[in-house]
């Protein structure tokens, strides 16, 4: 049996350590962090989202700046709203919650966001600086995931980490995270998608394997090793009628027979995800004390 990589439980003794933090800070400073998360259009998993992170904020001492805009604003106001954020010296950070509706071009709106206020870690100037090793803020999920792994005791120094994915969001940018030449990263890296052939002959070189596919439960035992660690950044909805909601959340690795043969794994949900609002914090305190200057 695999051993079972807890996200909530380290997530949440960053959390303490974040609290503990920030609330030093405001003796000090007389100020707090601040977050401004803009939500245009009411996709339901973006609104769930959105919520957690208001709430995270609550918890931890950041002072939270919510737009829940129409799906009917146009980019136009959108563009006008983020340059005002920017302005803003109460908010630190700035999150545009993707996907945006279809008549916003959501790069337009991105490379708009002042890279240092950018805690999503998105915009090109800080997608540069994280490729050539320059202090930046890494996106949340694959900070994540690195975090998750050294917190668990999985150093990825030398190790083969096979990426199957490659978004912007996550497949990319950790692998990027774990080929630097950085403490807690050092890994030999192989990125894999959708025509990468014979997947099997390369999931199952892998010390580590990180799932970011978005099809549910794509990863089968007979694609690991048992010496593998098995990271699952999926979220996928599929029906269970048993449940109150009529869905219940599944990651991309087939846990229940993937669990009885490798080394350790994350659960979903439980594993990555509460990494993920947690480096969003991590990354929006990061902000105010670059922008004041401590
Ligand atoms: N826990 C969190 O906080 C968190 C955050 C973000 C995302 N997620 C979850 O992580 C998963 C991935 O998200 P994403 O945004 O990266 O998804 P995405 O943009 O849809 O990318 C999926 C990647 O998987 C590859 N892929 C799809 N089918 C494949 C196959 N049969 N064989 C090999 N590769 C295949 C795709 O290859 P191509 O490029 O060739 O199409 C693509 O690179 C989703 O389940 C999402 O919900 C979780």
Do not use: W
Not at 84 to 89: F, H, Q, T, V
């Amino acid at each position: 049996m695999a051993k079972i990589i807890d996200g909530k439980k380290i997530a949440d003794s960053i959390k303490n350590e974040l609290i503990n933090e920030i609330n030093s800070l405001k003796t000090k400073t007389g100020k707090a962090p601040g977050l401004a998360v803009v939500l245009v259009g009411e996709n339901p998993a973006s609104q769930v989202y959105v919520k957690m992170k208001g709430k995270m904020c609550t918890e931890i001492g950041i002072n939270s700046f919510e737009y829940k805009l129409s799906d009917k604003t146009t980019q136009d106001e959108l563009l006008k709203l983020v340059k005002e954020l920017n302005s803003r010296d109460d908010v630190n950070g700035i999150l545009v919650q993707l996907p945006l509706p279809k008549h916003i071009d959501e790069d337009l709106i991105l490379n708009t966001i002042n890279p240092e206020k950018d805690v999503d870690g998105f915009h090109p100037v800080n997608v540069g600086r994280l490729v050539t090793g320059q202090d930046t803020y890494f996106p949340c999920t694959p900070y994540g995931v690195q975090i998750l792994l050294s917190k668990a005791g999985y150093d990825p120094k030398g190790k083969h980490v096979v990426v199957v994915g490659r978004s912007n969001i996550v497949g990319k940018p950790v692998a990027m995270i774990l080929v630097q030449k950085k403490e807690f990263a050092d890994a030999t890296v192989t990125i894999c998608h959708s025509r990468t052939k014979d997947l099997s002959s390369i999931t199952k070189q892998a010390d580590i394997l990180i799932a970011a596919i978005g099809v549910p439960e794509f990863i089968k035992k007979d694609m690991v090793s048992d010496k593998c660690v098995v990271i699952d950044v999926g979220v996928n909805r599929v029906d269970d009628p048993s449940k109150s909601k009529g869905y219940k959340l599944v990651g991309d690795v087939a846990f229940d027979e993937v669990e009885k043969k490798v080394e350790a794994i994350t659960p979903v949900p439980g594993g990555v995800g509460p990494m993920t609002i947690i480096m969003l914090m991590q990354n929006t305190l990061k902000a105010f004390k670059k922008h004041n200057k401590i």
